[in-house]
């Protein structure tokens, strides 16, 4: 399995950007990067993914680094809301697909 | 609403006991899965089903079963074989088993008396 690595922590102010960085180094060619987010005792969220090219949607933007071997996620106005765990996972094939979650990224968002 | 639901919310075991965990989604998806969550971790498949009718072993399928009679439900039984069932439990759902983002329940967490 591609394995990703995280910061453990990072604290951020309300209002200015989050940028949460990831390493996948191993990854392959066709493997897609996601990102997920955990509040307390609920269900992850996806929040977005990509293969090569950079993406945005409503919620965040993620910029893929040309040789793929790392990405960061931006949140671009941060809120208290966005106070979470967030997990960067290659998701890989084995028969099916499947999601390897490593530990995340706890974001605290300050006021 | 679409969506996942899971339920209960809380679930509690007793020694030898089986438990269900009931996962239902009215998204139209194909795919479903299982996974478990200790805390401070990140999320192990246990069990995954790509079309009614079929699944398979995750990365820790020991201690528990799974049924797809219905394309809307993928119930989860812990067995009593499972011996550290404490854990929070969460379905997913993707409407194919390739290249597709799967979407998350809001969990089960179950607790051994």
């Known amino acids: 399995d591609a394995k990703t690595t995280q910061p453990t922590s990072m604290d951020c102010a309300e209002g200015r950007a989050a940028n949460l960085p990831c390493n996948h180094s191993?990854?392959?060619?066709?493997?897609?990067v996601y990102w997920y987010r955990q509040i307390h005792s609920q269900g992850p969220q996806y929040i977005i993914h990509g293969l090569k090219n950079n993406e945005t949607n409503e919620m965040a933007s993620l910029i893929i680094t040309e040789d793929r071997k790392s990405s960061t996620l931006i949140l671009p106005h941060a809120t208290l809301r966005d106070t979470a765990v967030y997990y960067c996972i290659v998701r890989v094939w084995e028969g099916a697909q499947k999601l390897v979650f490593g530990q995340g990224t706890r974001l605290t968002i300050n006021p | 609403d679409g969506g996942i639901t899971q339920s209960p919310k809380y679930l509690f075991r007793k020694e030898g006991q089986n438990v269900t965990l009931s996962c239902e989604q009215n998204l139209n998806h194909d795919a479903m899965y299982w996974y478990r969550q200790d805390p401070g971790q990140g999320l192990r498949l246990i069990y995954y089903?790509?079309?009614?009718?079929?699944?398979q072993k995750g990365d820790i399928a020991e201690g528990y079963s799974v049924s797809r009679e219905k394309k809307e439900s993928f119930p989860l039984t812990v067995t009593s074989a499972q011996k550290n069932p404490t854990a929070f439990y969460l379905c997913?759902?993707?409407?194919?088993?390739?290249?597709?983002?799967?979407?998350f329940g809001p969990g089960t967490r179950l607790l051994v008396l």
């Open positions: 997913a759902s993707s409407f194919t088993s390739v290249q597709e983002t799967q979407y």
């Open positions: 191993t990854i392959s060619g066709n493997e897609y």
């Open positions: 089903s790509q079309i009614v009718n079929d699944f």
